[in-house]
């Protein structure tokens, strides 16, 4: 989950040919956007197995991941600008369906599939809560290389976070409120510390301080990349003792819960009637989640078991969303 990672919108010669971005800037930051997608979940991996062989190490640091999490949003907010938010004015009904989607396959599916597999209430918190995430960024990415509307795909990302402080908590108190105790209104809070302040700032910070900041942004993938694998080695520190026990089932559950998200987002774009680009573009909205959040909202609010899908996921996704980008890359868009 490279969840401050925005691919620049590319240039295209011609409809069915690979995006190729024709400044020599944007150019380079695509390049350094494949590398960091390719080489992240290789960091993720080690930090999970240095959280699972070396847990007292990272153990202490729980308290920290609110704080790393902000630390991801506000570079989000850095890479945001004002013709991400001019689209969804433009293409409303694309955002819109997109925003749907996203709030409406992946809860459902993390309830069906907690169900289903008969998950212990933590385990079922958990994948729900992913499940009601905002998107990940690395979406964005995700879409630029699966030659996807990258602009509607950063649309459907950024308005999914800035609605996420009151969208999030409602769907997990409804969807999970009979496995455990739920308190939303103590979620709504965390969620506006810890996402929407920082992606503000960051917005803030990339008006008022714009050439300091096109200077930092190639940079911003690897900054992602650091924090989040951070933020999973404290997470699987932190169910360590358990994770032998319970780590086939989430994996399988984690597995099944991306798979109908990429497989259903891109459906709902058909039954949108939207082209294929935007098509490719919602399947990663709405398969690709902010594990990181539903992470930090695990470890606070429920156990520290919890959060193990969270975890997970943002392994996962990453690894499902980079093999499905290239195959979808190496076919010909259906409208060209």
Avoid at 141 to 168: C, E, H, N, Q, R
Avoid at 191 to 210: C, E, H, M, N, S
Avoid at 301 to 313: E, W
Wanted: glycine share 8%.
């Amino acid at each position: 989950m490279l969840e401050a990672t925005k691919s620049p919108t590319p240039t295209q010669s011609g409809t069915d040919s690979a995006p190729v971005p024709t400044n020599p800037a944007l150019a380079a930051e695509a390049r350094i956007a494949r590398l960091a997608v390719t080489i992240f979940p290789a960091l993720v991996v080690l930090a999970g197995v240095a959280g699972f062989l070396v847990p007292s190490a990272f153990q202490p640091l729980g308290p920290s991941v609110p704080y790393l999490l902000g630390i991801i949003m506000f570079c989000m907010g850095l890479t945001l600008t004002p013709p991400d938010f001019a689209s969804v004015v433009k293409r409303p009904w694309a955002v819109v369906l997109g925003i749907v989607a996203h709030y409406v396959i992946m809860p459902g599916a993390g309830w069906l599939i907690a169900v289903a597999l008969q998950l212990p209430p933590e385990l079922a918190v958990g994948l729900i809560l992913v499940g009601c995430a905002p998107s990940g960024t690395a979406s964005n990415v995700m879409a630029f290389l699966a030659k996807g509307d990258v602009a509607l795909s950063v649309a459907v990302a950024s308005v999914s976070t800035l609605i996420a402080p009151v969208v999030t908590p409602l769907l997990v108190l409804f969807l999970a409120g009979s496995f455990l105790e739920i308190d939303a209104g103590s979620m709504v809070l965390d969620i506006v510390k810890t996402v929407l302040l920082p992606v503000i700032a960051g917005l803030l910070a990339r008006l008022f301080f714009k050439n300091l900041i096109a200077k930092l942004l190639p940079g911003l993938p690897w900054a992602s990349a650091v924090v989040i694998s951070f933020i999973v080695a404290i997470v699987v520190a932190g169910s360590a003792s358990k994770i032998v026990a319970a780590g086939g089932i989430v994996f399988l559950a984690v597995v099944l819960h991306n798979g109908f998200g990429l497989g259903l987002g891109y459906l709902a774009g058909k039954l949108g009637q939207l082209d294929d680009k935007a098509r490719r573009a919602l399947a990663f909205e709405v398969g690709m989640q902010n594990s990181g959040l539903a992470a930090t909202l695990a470890t606070a609010h429920f156990t520290p078991l919890a959060a193990l899908p969270s975890a997970v996921f943002s392994l996962w996704h990453n690894i499902s969303g980079a093999i499905v980008a290239a195959w979808l890359a190496r076919r010909p868009l259906r409208d060209a």
